[in-house]
């Protein structure tokens, strides 16, 4: 029996984890889960789960949800709620499945108590790679990849030796927006960035795609995962999503991963690495999609993605101000107190002021991620 804990237990990520766990009843049990504020989602799973502890966002939510606990339920709040989830009690692995840079705190804190990490949240990485990753070798933990793309090159990658590797080449979607100008996104509303074509996610993620700045934080997130400079990353427009990526060798062979889209897939090959169990995912059938599609990258079309890969090249605290401007544009965006070109224009402004600082540490990181915050929301 395998313990999980799951930080954003009610997300997107957060519910198919349960899925995968509900699949396989007795190879896991949950003993920890931190939401933000949908408790009546949290309470469902709690009570079907049964959790041994949890955490909610506020003091104030942990009152409310407190009489609808069942017995012995340890309860926890705010950021040393989830900490505690993170480091706390005795899972074997987390699934940091938290959406935005609150999740690099807890992710630390639980490779510090020698959690292996089933890894969602991109921005860990992109914000602090070089410390989570140094981290995690010290400790001897696993950092497993859940997104679909990164879990691809893992599994490409099994068995094969690092020097042979010619490059890693992540496909994209596209988002809602593939096949819009910019011109014709002038007046794209909310509800329009909403519709992914492909996938199901949370709203930030799928704003992200549409903005492409989700694959621009996934090549950071790759060249701290599979230590690989960046002139070896390339991303590739793949309408259908079928091909999650593949990795070139040197040799001129390219192995791919494909599947039919589906997040529980590589959500359960992390939680249950080096092992494959059955899934509930779809048969993918070749005949059945009967043809794929592929695009060059448009970087002027995505300039944030660019954006984004420049950011990392400079390395420093540049990625952490890309991350930061990015998640308060999108906040804005989905207030509708921005058009959605203004996403764009809001990273490149506050790149275009930062103040690199070389090698950071944890408390620099932070202070860098609040200034950006603070210049993001007043642009």
Same mark, same amino acid.
Not at 18 to 30: G, I, R, S, T, Y
Not at 144 to 154: G, K, N, R, T
Not at 281 to 301: H, I, P, Q, T
Not at 325 to 331: F, G, L, S
């Given at each position: 029996?395998?313990?999980?804990?799951?930080?954003?237990?009610?997300?997107?990520?957060?519910?198919?984890?349960?899925?995968?766990?509900?699949?396989?009843?007795?190879?896991?049990?949950?003993?920890?889960?931190?939401?933000?504020?949908?408790?009546?989602?949290?309470?469902?799973?709690?009570?079907?789960?049964?959790?041994?502890?949890?955490?909610?966002?506020?003091?104030?939510?942990?009152?409310?949800?407190?009489?609808?606990?069942?017995?012995?339920?340890?309860?926890?709040?705010?950021?040393?709620?989830?900490?505690?989830?993170?480091?706390? #009690?005795?899972?074997?692995?987390?699934?940091? /499945?938290?959406?935005?840079?609150? =999740? @690099? !705190?807890?992710?630390? $804190?639980?490779?510090?108590?020698?959690?292996?990490?089933?890894?969602?949240?991109?921005?860990?990485?992109?914000?602090?790679?070089?410390?989570?990753?140094?981290?995690?070798?010290?400790?001897?933990?696993?950092?497993?990849?859940?997104?679909?793309?990164?879990?691809?090159?893992?599994?490409?990658?099994?068995?094969?030796?690092?020097?042979?590797?010619?490059?890693?080449?992540?496909?994209?979607?596209?988002?809602?927006?593939?096949?819009?100008?910019?011109?014709?996104?002038?007046?794209?509303?909310?509800?329009?960035?909403?519709?992914?074509?492909?996938?199901?996610? #949370?709203?930030?993620?799928?704003?992200?795609? /549409?903005?492409?700045?989700?694959? =621009? @934080? !996934?090549?950071?997130? $790759?060249?701290?995962?599979?230590?690989?400079?960046?002139?070896?990353?390339?991303?590739?427009?793949?309408?259908?999503?079928?091909?999650?990526?593949?990795?070139?060798?040197?040799?001129?062979?390219?192995?791919?991963?494909?599947?039919?889209?589906?997040?529980?897939?590589?959500?359960?090959?992390?939680?249950?690495?080096?092992?494959?169990?059955?899934?509930?995912?779809?048969?993918?059938?070749?005949?059945?999609?009967?043809?794929?599609?592929?695009?060059?990258?448009?970087?002027?079309?995505?300039?944030?993605?660019?954006?984004?890969?420049?950011?990392?090249?400079? #390395?420093?605290?540049?990625?952490?101000?890309?991350?930061?401007?990015?998640?308060?544009?999108?906040?804005?965006?989905?207030?509708?107190?921005?058009?959605?070109?203004?996403?764009?224009?809001?990273?490149?402004?506050?790149?275009?002021?930062?103040?690199?600082?070389?090698?950071?540490?944890?408390?620099?990181?932070?202070?860098?991620?609040?200034?950006?915050?603070?210049?993001?929301?007043?642009?």
């Amino acid at each position: 029996m395998k313990r999980i804990s799951i930080l954003g237990s009610t997300g997107s990520i957060g519910t198919q984890t349960l899925d995968v766990v509900a699949m396989h009843p007795d190879q896991f049990e949950v003993d920890g889960l931190a939401a933000g504020s949908n408790i009546a989602l949290l309470l469902e799973q709690v009570h079907r789960f049964k959790p041994r502890r949890i955490s909610v966002s506020t003091r104030a939510l942990a009152e409310e949800i407190r009489p609808s606990l069942p017995a012995g339920v340890e309860l926890y709040s705010g950021s040393e709620g989830m900490v505690e989830i993170a480091a706390g #009690g005795d899972a074997a692995i987390v699934v940091t /499945a938290v959406v935005g840079s609150v =999740g @690099l !705190e807890s992710t630390l $804190a639980a490779i510090d108590a020698g959690r292996h990490i089933g890894l969602a949240n991109k921005e860990t990485l992109v914000t602090a790679g070089h410390l989570v990753t140094e981290r995690a070798e010290r400790r001897g933990v696993r950092l497993l990849p859940v997104d679909s793309e990164h879990s691809a090159i893992f599994q490409c990658l099994n068995g094969e030796r690092h020097q042979d590797i010619a490059s890693i080449t992540v496909t994209a979607s596209g988002g809602s927006f593939r096949d819009y100008t910019r011109e014709q996104l002038v007046n794209v509303t909310v509800e329009d960035a909403l519709r992914h074509p492909n996938w199901s996610m #949370g709203a930030k993620i799928t704003i992200d795609s /549409a903005t492409m700045v989700n694959k =621009g @934080l !996934e090549v950071i997130e $790759a060249h701290y995962l599979f230590g690989l400079p960046y002139e070896q990353i390339n991303v590739l427009l793949h309408p259908e999503s079928i091909i999650h990526s593949f990795v070139e060798f040197r040799d001129s062979s390219v192995i791919a991963q494909l599947g039919t889209p589906d997040m529980r897939v590589p959500i359960q090959y992390a939680l249950t690495y080096p092992e494959r169990w059955q899934s509930p995912a779809e048969r993918l059938s070749l005949a059945k999609v009967g043809r794929l599609n592929f695009r060059e990258m448009d970087y002027v079309r995505y300039p944030a993605l660019k954006l984004a890969i420049d950011s990392g090249k400079a #390395g420093g605290t540049a990625p952490t101000a890309f991350n930061a401007a990015n998640e308060i544009a999108v906040a804005r965006f989905l207030r509708r107190e921005i058009p959605f070109l203004q996403i764009d224009e809001i990273i490149a402004e506050v790149l275009q002021r930062h103040n690199n600082t070389a090698n950071p540490d944890l408390e620099q990181i932070q202070h860098c991620d609040a200034l950006t915050r603070k210049l993001a929301t007043s642009l």
